[in-house]
């Protein structure tokens, strides 16, 4: 009987099918196979509460021994890997999906958080492979829902030489269609001014309204270990300005939502904060 994989062989096996072809179905076995493995971990954990300062919003964490892993948002989070299976049938053929944007943001969150949890806790001041482990979870998602691959350099123009331009994913969805900009990341805080800034170099370089700026961010949370206390930081001020003033996002999607940035849909300069889970009920439509 062949041995069921660890989160890591799962992982080493999902680098693999991402280097091969991003959008391919054979990625999502893969990430089913982290996520299983990652909860079958877990299952054998203990929890500890974590007090939230976070309006509406609890946190724990698991623990095994000493060790405490990162925040988890307890609404969010869902142990059940049958639940990935779910998700991904419901999008086959990109059929109308069975699932509402709330359920499908919670799969994904689980996903990703379940992994980070494990690494958390069998490692010791990893932050890359998560991070990259992220890139692939939310590359996939758009490659597959969108079809196409992503680019990671694009030309450009030049009077003297030929260069190209490093980016997040760009996904080209064809002639006269604009392009989708994703930069994905675990979290922002005062970083997040190179999300604009390369929005900015984009507009300058492509023209504006060619490439929709759609970053995928899991969350803000910030825990402090020894009075186990969890905060967002945000910087709402900073990104209306950067808003107003450097470039303009479509929309900003978001696995946990800070509470202080899902006020910025009702403030000006338009900033569309999302849940994650409506970039797929809305794909088809957001480039109109």
Partial sequence: MAKAPTPLSAYQELQGAFAADIKNVANQRFLGEVFTASCKYLSHLKTTELRSLIPNKEYFGF????????????????NEPSEWDRFCRGFTAKKAPELDVESITRIIYSVAMSFFCYIDLTKVGDQKTPGTFFEYLIGHLFAWRLEVNPKVRLPVLNLDMEATLPTD????????????????????????????????VLDGVYGTGRFLGTPVILGETKTDRLKREVIE????????????????????????????YEKLNEVFPPLSVKPFGQFFLEADTLPR
């Fill in 63 to 78: 623990t095994d021994g000493k060790k405490v892993s990162r925040a988890v948002n307890k609404r969010l989070f869902l």
């Fill in 169 to 200: 994913f760009v996904f080209d969805l064809g002639e006269n269609r604009p392009k989708f900009h994703v930069p994905v990341k675990t979290s922002t805080r005062e970083r997040v001014i190179q999300v604009w800034a390369h929005q900015r």
């Fill in 233 to 260: 930081i945000c910087l709402p001020d900073q990104w209306r300005i950067y808003q107003l003033h450097i470039a303009q996002l479509k929309r900003v999607y978001y696995l946990d939502v800070p509470v202080t």
